[in-house]
Structures are given as structure tokens and as C-alpha cells.
């Protein structure tokens, strides 16, 4: 059984930071991908940032590069979600999200349905 645990989510004003991290147990980091998603009120679940295993290079979403970023641990199983500049758009229910398997396009890596495990979410909030 799979299970992803986010933590570091509060309340920060515009402009601020906030670091939220993810841990599995159960299933190895090392050899699929993770990724965070968000889901604001009354909107649909989106993509935020995605890391592959084997190559480790992060894709985001074109909202938030630049300012956020995703790292991975993979001997700790867990990974991270940096978020700078933060702005009141941002305010949403982060979740961590983790797919099998390595080699999915970008397109893919977008699309929450695709992914085979989710955490419980953890709340942003960026006051302006």
C-alpha cells in the first residue's frame, strides 16, 4: 500500500515563500515520477511541477517557473516543493502525486488522471 504524506502548507503574504515537502512509504521514489498538483475553489485539479526519475530534470507549469522548485530524495523517499514570489493566485490545495513508470511525455506528466497515487493535500494560502 502506497501512501504520501504532505506537509509545510500555511498562510503567507504576497511576495512570501513556503516549502512543502512529500514522503512515501511503501513504494521507491527512485524509479517513477512525482509530481504537485493544486486544486483552487470551484477549479479543476492542475498541474504545478513534475520530477523524472532517471534523468531528474524538473518540468513546471509556465505559471509558476521561475519561482517554485521541485527536488527529490530519493534515498529518503521524499520530495520537496519550493515556492518563492509567492502570489494570492497560488492559494490552492497542493497535492503530491506519484506515477509509475519513467519515460512519459510532458503532456503526460500534466495530466492528473495519469497518476496512480495521491496524497491527502496540504492548504496554501498567499494573502495579498
Known amino acids: 500500500q502506497v501512501q504520501l504524506v504532505e506537509s509545510g502548507g500555511g498562510l503567507v503574504q504576497a511576495g512570501g515563500s513556503l516549502g512543502l515537502s512529500c514522503a512515501a512509504s511503501g513504494r521507491t521514489f527512485s524509479t517513477n515520477i512525482v509530481g504537485w498538483f493544486r486544486q483552487a475553489p470551484g477549479k479543476e485539479r492542475e498541474f504545478v511541477a513534475a520530477?523524472?526519475?532517471?534523468?531528474?530534470?524538473?518540468y513546471y507549469a509556465d505559471s509558476v517557473t521561475g519561482r517554485f522548485t521541485i527536488s527529490r530524495d530519493n534515498a529518503k523517499n521524499t520530495v520537496a516543493l519550493q515556492m518563492n514570489s509567492l502570489k494570492p493566485e497560488d492559494t490552492a490545495v497542493y497535492y503530491c502525486?506519484?506515477?509509475?513508470?519513467?519515460?512519459?511525455?510532458?503532456?503526460?506528466?500534466?495530466?492528473?488522471?495519469?497518476?496512480?497515487?495521491w496524497g491527502q493535500g496540504t492548504q496554501v494560502t498567499v494573502s495579498s
Open positions: 520530477s523524472r526519475s532517471r534523468t531528474g530534470n524538473p
Open positions: 502525486a506519484l506515477k509509475n513508470g519513467q519515460f512519459w511525455s510532458n503532456n503526460v506528466l500534466r495530466t492528473p488522471g495519469t497518476y496512480d497515487y
